[in-house]
């Protein structure tokens, strides 16, 4: 299936929030707020220092998402990365989308100088651990903990 990646803008923030919608539906584990969404959103298309979304399009229509986020981390020796969101519709999954979308995300991190490329993935989701096993993730066993500032 021939898929195309176009880089997200300010243009972009409604489709981009209906389809994080559909993943938030998705995922149990992750609550959907509007407004920090499209807070988020435009911070982050404002800023690629940041990091960047693209939307994943199938015949010029998209049928899901991708933000990469930016980091630093002296334990990988530079500039780190983290596929903080991927979304695919449920109508086109399996079919090879996910796997073109990490080659994509890879050749992006090469470009950008990017050392290591993280994600996340819920412990009971072991269909998804067993994909991201499958294009090269390793377990670190190690626990993602998270302390919420300010909220």
Same mark, same amino acid.
């Given at each position: 299936?021939?898929?195309?990646?176009?880089?997200?803008?300010?243009?972009?923030?409604?489709? !981009?929030?209906?389809?994080?919608?559909? !993943?938030?539906?998705?995922?149990?584990?992750?609550?959907?707020?509007?407004?920090?969404?499209?807070?988020? +959103?435009?911070?982050? !298309?404002?800023?690629?220092?940041?990091?960047?979304?693209?939307?994943?399009?199938?015949?010029?229509? &998209? %049928?899901?998402?991708?933000?990469?986020?930016?980091?630093?981390?002296?334990?990988?020796?530079?500039?780190?990365?983290?596929?903080?969101?991927?979304?695919?519709?449920? &109508?086109?999954?399996?079919?090879?989308?996910?796997?073109? $979308? %990490?080659?994509?995300?890879?050749?992006?991190? %090469?470009?950008?100088?990017?050392?290591? +490329?993280? !994600?996340?993935?819920?412990?009971?989701? $072991?269909?998804?651990?067993?994909?991201?096993?499958?294009?090269?993730? $390793?377990?670190?066993?190690?626990?993602?903990? $998270?302390?919420?500032?300010?909220?």
């Amino acid at each position: 299936m021939q898929i195309n990646f176009k880089s997200a803008d300010n243009n972009d923030i409604e489709l !981009l929030l209906n389809l994080m919608q559909k !993943l938030y539906a998705v995922d149990n584990s992750l609550t959907f707020n509007t407004v920090l969404a499209r807070q988020a +959103l435009i911070q982050l !298309l404002s800023d690629e220092s940041l990091g960047r979304i693209w939307l994943i399009q199938y015949q010029n229509q &998209a %049928i899901g998402y991708v933000i990469l986020t930016l980091s630093y981390s002296l334990e990988y020796g530079g500039r780190d990365a983290f596929i903080d969101e991927i979304y695919i519709d449920s &109508a086109f999954q399996g079919q090879g989308i996910g796997k073109q $979308t %990490i080659k994509f995300l890879e050749e992006v991190c %090469i470009s950008l100088n990017v050392k290591a +490329l993280h !994600l996340e993935v819920e412990r009971e989701n $072991t269909s998804a651990q067993g994909f991201y096993r499958q294009v090269g993730f $390793t377990d670190h066993n190690r626990y993602l903990m $998270t302390k919420y500032l300010n909220k």
